[in-house]
């Protein structure tokens, strides 16, 4: 009612400056201070409402489309996690009654082993595989919930310091950038191929009449909003195979297109269709179409990690057997 949404959108974009990295942290700082004091449910009514939007706004703005369940999630756990984070996170002060200790005390230790999983929600943003979405076979699942649960241990070991023996600062650093290949195996692939090829505008009745069963089709779009801003964003629409024609595909969208001077705009967007529910308004002009681009699959990048991880191991090992001749 108060229009604190909106603020909070600009806020965040204001100070990330359009990083997504930067951006997943900021909110997930203000998940953290909303989150205090208050129940669960309250809990997740306030940062759903308020932080969820942030992160679908502008991931959009970016290129970056995560489902809203994925979205949801990474708020929620955030706003819990201040249940045990200084100064206010009552389950700290609960846990201190019992315990007999001091309430900061406790707190300041729960939030030092808590945010060792603060990598988990990070994963369902850049990995929705996790969440059981677009799983493309039994492999995939097998290699996304090995790598993930790798990425996790190793980010564990790597922030508190320790894993067969106490870590050096180098083998810190190697841990952390495996945990982080092993969360996120697209990151260097995309370095190297880009995820996407890019199509003119012109493309779109083509890449819709070539469109496999249940797929969808990935747009970037730009115009005005209701606000009077001009924004540009990336939106994926579901393509209707069973329609013979594009114009019935494109109806089933939502999009009622024309041409103007050699440019696509979108002449009306049907009710409660997926083109609005995107967002997309009348007079807005579809810039590029986005099409997968063939590469090797992203799990090869696993090999070198795995490889790096199995040196660090190998190295600690031997250390760890070092050290106990030395005791004895």
Partial sequence: LTGIGLVMTEFVEFISGGNILLMLGFTALISLILGMGLP???????????????????????????????????????GILADDTPPVGLAAFAAAAIAQSDPIKTGIQGFTYDIRTAILPFMF?????????????????????????????????????????KSRWYETILLLGVAFIMFRPGFLLDRFIAPYEQLPASSIYQEIMLAENNSNIRLLVQGENLEGNYISKTVVLPVDTSQAKVEQRLQKMGLNLIEVDEKIQVD??????????????????????????????????????????????????RRRREQALKNH
């Fill in 40 to 78: 669960t449910t309250a809990n997740y009514i306030v940062v759903s409402t308020l932080m969820a939007p942030v992160i679908v706004t502008l991931g959009a703005q970016n290129g970056l489309i995560v489902p809203l369940i994925a979205v949801h999630l990474f708020v929620f756990y955030f």
């Fill in 125 to 165: 943003i850049f990995n929705t595989q996790l969440l059981l979405i677009d799983i493309p076979s039994v492999w995939s699942l097998i290699f996304t919930v090995l790598g993930a649960t790798t990425a996790i241990l190793v980010f564990a070991a790597a922030t508190q310091g320790y894993w067969l023996v």
């Fill in 268 to 317: 009306s967007v049907n009710y409660d269709s997926p083109a609005e529910k995107s967002g997309i308004d009348f007079d807005w002009e579809i810039t590029t179409v986005e099409k997968p681009s063939i590469r090797p699959s992203k799990y090869w990048i696993y090999i070198p990690a795995m490889l790096l991880l199995l040196a660090l191991g190998f190295g600690q090992k």
